[in-house]
């Protein structure tokens, strides 16, 4: 069964600056990654598949690069609207998330 | 845009059965996988599993030991899942979700907005 890692756990950014989370499997999964965000009442929303493929709508602030059992999600200047909890997903796990929280 | 919709009572007893609905509209049910997935409050997502609209696959989780199962009404452009033996552990919001698959990954979207199930009694 495949664990993903996230970290960290909680990442305390400055609205306008870069923001870099990571997600380790603990077997390669290839580029079956994807991420999402999830805000407090609302259910998760995809921003990337095939670990790198930005989902529809998604603003090109977000970007995903990664492959076998390393992974990171940027995003290049926070905006408020960023700031939320974001998790990865390869297959049927997920891992555990981390929050972005305003610095 | 296909919506997708949960459905049922958000109290259910120890030791019964939870039983959810998923509507999809703006949208067909057919030739997509569909997912169950929930949230305990405060903590994060786990899979329960998902069923194929010609309902001949399923797959779960293997940590829920034979609780769950998952059906298909292409007809009614909805599928459902029940969750025998409910305990406190199994408090939580549930969502559905589409599966999309590539030959080498797969995703979830869109999600439904979530419904909260408490086990209480």
């Known amino acids: 069964e495949i664990v993903l890692t996230q970290s960290p756990a909680t990442l305390s950014v400055s609205p306008g600056e870069r923001a870099t989370l990571s997600c380790r499997a603990s077997?390669?999964?290839?580029?079956?990654l994807a991420w999402y965000q999830q805000k407090p009442g609302q259910p998760p929303r995809l921003l990337i598949y095939?670990?790198?493929t930005r989902a529809t709508t998604i603003p090109v602030r977000f970007s995903g690069s990664g492959s076998e059992t390393e992974f990171t999600l940027t995003i290049s200047s926070l905006q408020s609207e960023d700031f939320a909890v974001y998790y990865c997903?390869?297959?049927?796990?997920f891992g555990q998330g981390t929050k972005v929280e305003i610095k | 845009q296909v919506q997708l919709q949960e459905s049922g009572p958000g109290l259910v007893k120890p030791s019964e059965t939870l039983s959810l609905t998923c509507t999809v509209s703006?949208?067909?049910?057919?030739?997509?996988?569909w997912s169950w997935i929930r949230q305990p409050p405060g903590k994060g997502l786990e899979w329960i599993g998902y069923?194929?609209?010609?309902?001949?696959?399923?797959k779960f989780n293997s940590s829920l030991k034979g609780r769950v199962s998952i059906s298909v009404d292409p007809s009614k452009n909805q599928f459902s899942l029940n969750l025998t033996s409910v305990t406190s552990a199994d408090t939580a919001v549930y969502y559905c979700?589409?599966?999309?698959?590539?030959?080498?990954?797969?995703?979830?979207?869109?999600w439904g907005r979530g419904t909260l199930v408490t086990v209480s009694s």
């Open positions: 077997q390669s999964v290839g580029n079956n």
């Open positions: 979700a589409r599966r999309l698959r590539r030959p080498t990954f797969s995703w979830f979207a869109p």
């Open positions: 095939g670990a790198s």
């Open positions: 997903q390869a297959s049927e796990t």
């Open positions: 703006a949208g067909s049910i057919n030739n997509y996988y």
């Open positions: 069923i194929y609209y010609t309902g001949n696959i399923t």
